[in-house]
């Protein structure tokens, strides 16, 4: 496992995801159906992206590495969470419900990367 690597790309989700939040906050204030339907298709993206870029430096055991490197981008995303809303007390509506998004973070930010992972090892040839 890469662990710096690991730590870069999941201090990039957190700050990316947060980034595009800040922005969609005013466009998506009004409609609560769109906020819980759009604000989690961003973090999939994003952590796809980010989960590509990290599953390509491997090339054995890449279900594994991609399983640790989502451990560690929960745990990046746990600890910038609690240093950026609880200590410096910055404000996202976003997130109001704080145990719903360690749940729903932590589920995408496991099962993407491994995901990931799984696809990374298989053979592919198109004929």
Not at 41 to 47: G, N, P, Q, R, S
């Amino acid at each position: 496992m890469k662990l710096k690597l690991g730590i870069i790309y999941g201090v990039l989700i957190w700050v990316v995801t947060y980034i595009i939040s800040i922005i969609a906050q005013p466009l998506l204030y009004d409609n609560n159906a769109y906020t819980n339907l759009i604000m989690p298709a961003i973090i999939v993206i994003v952590t796809g992206f980010f989960g590509i870029l990290y599953i390509r430096n491997f090339n054995k055991n890449e279900v594994i590495e991609g399983f640790l490197g989502g451990i560690v981008f929960i745990i990046i995303d746990i600890i910038l969470d609690f240093i950026f809303f609880t200590v410096l007390n910055f404000r996202n509506d976003f997130m109001s419900d704080y145990p719903i998004h360690i749940i729903l973070m932590s589920v995408i930010l496991l099962m993407i990367p491994t995901f990931l992972g799984y696809l990374a090892q298989m053979k592919i040839e198109l004929k």
